[in-house]
Each structure stands twice: as structure tokens, then as C-alpha cells.
């Protein structure tokens, strides 16, 4: 028979197991609630332009990105801003002069890397130009639905749609066509993409210059969406600008 002493000691051992175990529960569990707050603050604070410049997501967003990406929110995000949107397009008359513009920037904007930006920790890798090419060269990036939606309905109400991308002419000019028109972005009035004219310009230098000769055209901007704030940055960035959410990459 176990003595009373013995079985105090047990409850004791027991209690104190049960009080470490708690204790590392509680630990882990407001560690996670600590990221998950500081990822959030993080990322408010990237899609707001505030944490300037950033390499990389950091490490302990991992999870939290991921979990942002492919669980829901995103493409909530996403239908709320192109709802919005389409609420301006509304309220505009067009000319009928065939000169009424919009633009879209490519990637993560009409069509997603998400698959290969997965590979990549979400971000938390750096940034790799020739891993990024050689998925590009594939093709295989999937349309963003809500805007080849917005972008379907612009081409009813009569805007000629201008994709405008940093992807490169020579190399992935033909690629990109056939990607885009296999996700369903068919109609638009043209695709730019950098030349050697304008290899090593910032996005946003390249880009406003591009919007500057539209506009010299006889282009009326209305609308421009991009997922970088260099899409929409600088000068001819249209009468209203829409920022798509990314927390994967900067592109200053």
C-alpha cells in the first residue's frame, strides 16, 4: 500500500507536469497571437506604403501570409476593391471617340504567381530574377477572377483596356500573350512591355512614361489597378487609381 506521503508526492509531480505543460501552452499560444498581431500591423503597413523599402516578408510572417493568400481573405480583399471599382466606371460617360482608357498591370494583377511565389516562402525568400523568368516562361499563371471580371466589363461598356507590365519584350513578350489570352484577358488594345529603351528605369519612371505618350495619343486615363504602388505612382496615373493587395514582393 502506498503511504500518504508517497501519494502526496505524486500529486505533486503530477500537478506540477500539469502546471509546465499549461504554462508552454500559454507560452506557444501568446508567441503565435504576438506574431500574428505583428504580422498584421506588417502588413497594413506594406500595403499602405509605410515600410519602405523591404526585401523580404519576415520570417516569422510566414504562416500568417500563407495563411492570407490561399485561406480566403485575399480574394476577399480583392472582390471588394474591384466592387469599388466598378462602382466608378459607373459614373462615367464615355465619349465615343474610342480614346476612353483603362489600365492593368500583368502580374498579380490580371494573372497570379502564387504557385510560384508558394515555392519561394511566400515571399520570405529573396527576390530571384532568373527563378522568376523561368516560371514566367512557362505560362502557367492563372487569372485573378474578379479582375479578368472587371476587365470583361470595361471591354462592354467600350474602354480600350492597356496592359502595362515590367516583363520583358524580347524574352516574354509571346508568353505572356499566350498566357494572358489563355486565362481569358482577350480584347485588350495593347500589351507594353520594357525594351531595351528602358532597361534599368524604376517601374515607376518606365511606367509613368508609357502613361505620358498614351495620353500624347489622345488616351483619356481613366482608371489604373496595379498590385505595386509603383504601378500607380508618378505622373498620367489616371483619374483614379486602385491598389490591389501584395504582401509577397516590392517592386520600387
Same mark, same amino acid.
Given at each position: ?18 502546471? =509546465? #505543460? @499549461? &504554462? /508552454?501552452? +500559454?507560452? *506557444? =499560444? #501568446? @508567441? &503565435? /497571437?504576438? +506574431?500574428? *498581431?505583428?504580422?498584421? &500591423? ?211
Amino acid at each position: 500500500m502506498l503511504s500518504t506521503k508517497s501519494m502526496c508526492i505524486r500529486h505533486h509531480q503530477s500537478t506540477n507536469n500539469n502546471d =509546465s #505543460s @499549461s &504554462s /508552454s501552452s +500559454n507560452s *506557444s =499560444s #501568446s @508567441s &503565435s /497571437s504576438i +506574431n500574428g *498581431s505583428f504580422c498584421l &500591423s506588417w502588413r497594413l503597413g506594406v500595403e499602405t506604403n509605410n515600410v519602405l523599402p523591404w526585401r523580404t516578408v519576415p520570417t516569422q510572417c510566414l504562416q500568417y501570409v500563407e495563411n492570407y493568400m490561399i485561406h480566403g481573405q485575399y480574394e476577399q480583399d480583392l472582390d471588394l476593391i474591384m466592387e469599388q471599382a466598378m462602382s466608378f466606371v459607373s459614373t462615367i460617360t464615355l465619349a465615343g471617340d474610342a480614346m476612353d482608357a483603362w489600365i492593368l498591370d500583368v502580374d498579380d494583377t490580371c494573372i497570379s504567381n502564387i504557385f510560384y511565389y508558394k515555392t519561394k516562402k511566400y515571399g520570405c525568400d529573396p527576390y530571384d530574377p532568373s527563378g522568376f523568368r523561368a516560371w514566367a516562361m512557362k505560362g502557367w499563371c492563372t487569372a485573378i477572377p474578379s479582375v479578368l471580371e472587371m476587365f470583361n466589363k470595361l471591354l462592354d461598356k467600350g474602354f480600350k483596356v492597356i496592359m502595362l507590365t515590367g516583363r520583358d519584350e524580347e524574352t516574354l513578350g509571346q508568353v505572356t500573350r499566350d498566357n494572358l489570352h489563355n486565362q481569358g484577358f482577350i480584347g485588350y488594345e495593347r500589351l507594353v512591355m520594357r525594351t531595351a529603351a528602358n532597361k534599368g528605369q524604376s517601374a515607376v519612371k518606365y511606367k509613368s512614361e508609357v502613361r505620358r505618350q498614351l495620353e500624347d495619343e489622345g488616351y483619356r486615363i481613366w482608371g489604373n489597378v496595379g498590385d505595386q504602388w509603383s504601378d500607380l505612382q508618378g505622373n498620367s496615373s489616371g483619374n483614379r487609381t486602385f491598389k490591389l493587395p501584395n504582401p509577397m514582393y516590392f517592386v520600387p
